[in-house]
């Protein structure tokens, strides 16, 4: 049965969840910073290379942390916890959609054609 198989995978999905509070939802950028005067190393043309976590809000308002270099491991790290955590419960919710709909015939290994 098609609804046996999508519950099979949303099982499956749910068991691989990592329930962990180290989570970050933002874009790391690298930037480089030139002083305009009394550095030499800007005064070499090399600038400082630093880390800036931007946050996007509803509203298209962006919050802007910047991050030492010791935290970019970490940092990465979260950001990575967020996005396979997001990812699963973007395809849960795909499935439950299916579910919703029980009399759709879905094809095997095939998104439903569209009328
Ligand atoms: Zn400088």
Do not use: F, W
Not at 36 to 54: D, F, I, M, N, W
């Amino acid at each position: 049965m098609i609804r046996d198989r999508t519950l099979r995978t949303r099982e499956k999905l749910v068991d691989k969840l990592t329930v962990t509070g180290a989570l970050l939802r933002a874009s790391l950028l690298e930037r480089t910073v030139r002083h305009k005067s009394g550095c030499p190393k800007c005064a070499r043309g090399e600038g400082h290379q630093v880390h800036v976590l931007t946050v996007s809000y509803a509203g298209g308002r962006v919050r802007q942390i910047s991050v030492r270099r010791e935290r970019v491991a970490e940092v990465r790290r979260l950001l990575d916890n967020y996005q396979k955590l997001k990812d699963a419960i973007e395809a849960i919710c795909e499935l439950n959609h299916q579910l919703l709909r029980p009399d759709t015939v879905v094809p095997r290994g095939g998104r439903k054609k569209r009328d």
